[in-house]
């Protein structure tokens, strides 16, 4: 217990909130340093034209990185459940079939997030009522539901994809569905997308005490004033909007919701607060980091900017199967 109360204390909460922050400035300063094309800092007649564009994709990866681990901090406590992650249970891909869908419908898509946003709470919402037995969610039933659902929107998105025609770049949606920064977004897409992601990770650290208590018993939690109801429905809505909003920016990407709340939660405690900003802080060094990697392929290499998915994929994969291990423990009698 005492070691416990060493681990939460604030004092060490503060500092490794620190440290977490000093290492997201890091993966940034050296996402700035390394190009696709150049190594150093911008110089020269182009240097406005470069750091631009080095700030936007930067601007891009912060962006998807905090909306994705704050989703995936969402999604457990709706869940109650360490294994719950936006790419897992099909919400990304589920976001991105309902762009798909919104694309192929109206051939442009001039509000993006909109079709990802129903695309997303639709995915979540089946895989929340699937995956219940007698009203308790089953933890293996979850991810297989998730699984199975994503496969199904993989198929509806290369379905329209076909449907639409040689005018659309079947290239570009396959790299696009690997989960790719996407450089000519739009930049006010780019604003709308991040407001939003700060505005739910502010509401989720308002609700964080509420989320501290939810992640008890149901009775406790409604005997210690907690609406359970209201509070599910907060949380789902912000798992689908940023998981969305995630997917317009970069399409779906892996793990990134499953590890950054998992280390955030090992060197923080379980307290809900410090968990939502150390998770920001993670998702957001992670993603720029895969996209420093990318451009650092791409440098060494000439092999082009290899998609961000790849990365987040090999890094979260194996902390997936580790992670999963418990839960197929219990099945062996």
């Known amino acids: 217990m005492s070691d416990r109360a060493r681990q939460t204390r604030p004092s060490r909460v503060v500092m490794v909130l620190v440290v977490m922050g000093v290492v997201l400035v890091l993966a940034a300063l050296a996402r700035l340093y390394i190009g696709s094309a150049a190594l150093g800092w911008p110089t020269g007649e182009h240097a406005g034209l ?26 457990q406590t709706l869940l109650r459940n360490p294994l719950a992650e936006p790419f897992i249970l099909g919400l990304s891909t589920g976001a991105a079939a309902g762009m798909m869908i919104q694309l192929y419908l109206g051939q442009s898509v001039q509000h993006p997030v909109i079709g990802a946003a ?78 939003v992601t700060l505005a739910g990770l502010f509401l989720l650290l308002f609700l964080s005490r509420a989320m501290d208590v939810a992640s008890s018993s149901d009775a406790e939690a409604q005997s210690l004033g907690v609406n359970l109801s209201r509070l599910r429905t907060v949380l789902f809505v912000v798992a689908s909007v940023l998981a969305a909003g995630a997917v317009v920016l970069a399409g779906p990407i892996a793990f990134v919701g499953l590890v950054c709340p998992h280390v ?70």
């Not at 912060?62 to 999604?75: C, E, I, M, P, R």
């Not at 933890?139 to 659902?149: A, E, R």
């Not at 996407?182 to 897409?189: A, F, G, K, L, V």
């Open 50 to 75: 470069i750091w631009d564009e080095r700030a936007f994709r930067l601007l891009i990866a912060l962006t998807v990185g905090v909306a994705l681990s704050v989703s995936g901090v969402s999604l």
């Open 118 to 195: 129903i695309g997303a709470g639709t995915a979540m919402f089946i895989v929340f009522v699937v995956g219940r037995r007698r009203g308790v969610i089953d933890p293996l039933g979850l991810l297989l539901t998730g699984v199975v659902l994503s496969t199904i929107c993989g198929a509806i998105i290369m379905f329209f994809n076909y449907l639409s025609g040689p005018g659309m770049s079947r290239d570009i949606i396959a790299r696009w569905m690997m989960g790719s920064l996407d450089e000519s977004t739009n930049r006010s897409t780019l604003w709308m997308v991040g407001a």
């Open 264 to 333: 955030a939660r090992l060197a923080l405690g379980p307290g809900h607060g410090p968990v939502l900003i150390g998770s920001a802080l993670l998702g957001g060094a992670l993603v720029i980091t895969a996209d420093t990697l990318s451009a650092s392929m791409d440098l060494g290499l000439g092999i082009g900017l290899m998609p961000i998915g790849v990365f987040t994929a090999l890094v979260g994969g194996p902390a997936f199967l580790w992670m999963l291990r418990p839960q197929l423990g219990r099945g062996q009698g």
